[in-house]
T-cell receptor, first 113, second 112 residues
């Protein structure tokens, strides 16, 4: 059974810092991996999707990498801003025709002005 | 595109009443998912459909919960009868099969 772990559960950094959020998964047979952001009281917003054949994806100040063999993904946020404060979740989709996402519990990020 | 649309956004009801949550997926998406999120249990997948057909309903907590997708642009999640422990935020999400998943804003359900 696939398990997705995100450690630490919470992180506080000063504005301007570059930071890395980690995601690990137990089964390397994945189809793709998706990073989401959730603001308090809101739904999940898709940030990046990485296919199993890809090593990384970039969107603005965000860069997500994928290392299937080691069961790890990282989300890199450059020059963090207070507006980046939110909970970040990663989700893994295994191979298989009718596979579903397995979510981590998320990392709650606070960026201090 | 308007994104995934859910209604109502908030629902307050009394124990024993029937609750119906509605979802309109993004046009062109053929997978639809119903999730529930609570502080205690986090995000849980309840059921999902591919091409309007239920594929996996193993997350549906009990027979009081049912979901339908009569066509590609509409789905409902029904709870009958509702109980206080059903209080949660219910999310609908859609995607092309095995592709990037997009979430709706959620329905916050409170059962008194």
């Amino acid at each position: 059974k696939q398990e997705v772990t995100q450690i630490p559960a919470a992180l506080s950094v000063p504005e301007g810092e570059n930071l890395v959020l980690n995601c690990s998964f137990t089964d390397s047979a994945i189809y793709n991996l998706q990073w989401f952001r959730q603001d308090p009281g809101k739904g999940l917003t898709s940030l990046l999707l990485i296919q199993s054949s890809q090593r990384e994806q970039t969107s603005g100040r965000l860069n997500a990498s994928l290392d299937k063999s080691s069961g790890r993904s990282t989300l890199y946020i450059a020059a963090s801003q207070p507006g980046d404060s939110a909970t970040y979740l990663c989700a893994v989709r295994p191979t298989g025709a009718n596979s579903k996402l397995t979510f981590g519990k998320g990392i709650t990020l606070s960026v201090r002005p | 595109d308007a994104g995934v649309i859910q209604s109502p956004r908030h629902e307050v009801t009394e124990m024993g009443q029937e609750v119906t949550l509605r979802c309109k997926p993004i046009s062109g998406h053929n997978s639809l998912f119903w999730y529930r999120q609570t502080m205690m249990r986090g995000l849980e997948l309840l059921i999902y459909f591919n091409n309007n057909v239920p594929i996996d309903d193993s997350g549906m907590p009990e027979d009081r919960f049912s979901a339908k997708m009569p066509n590609a642009s509409f789905s409902t999640l029904k709870i009958q009868p509702s109980e206080p422990r059903d209080s949660a935020v219910y999310f609908c999400a859609s995607s092309r099969i095995r592709d990037e998943q997009f979430f709706g804003p959620g329905t916050r359900l409170t059962v008194l």
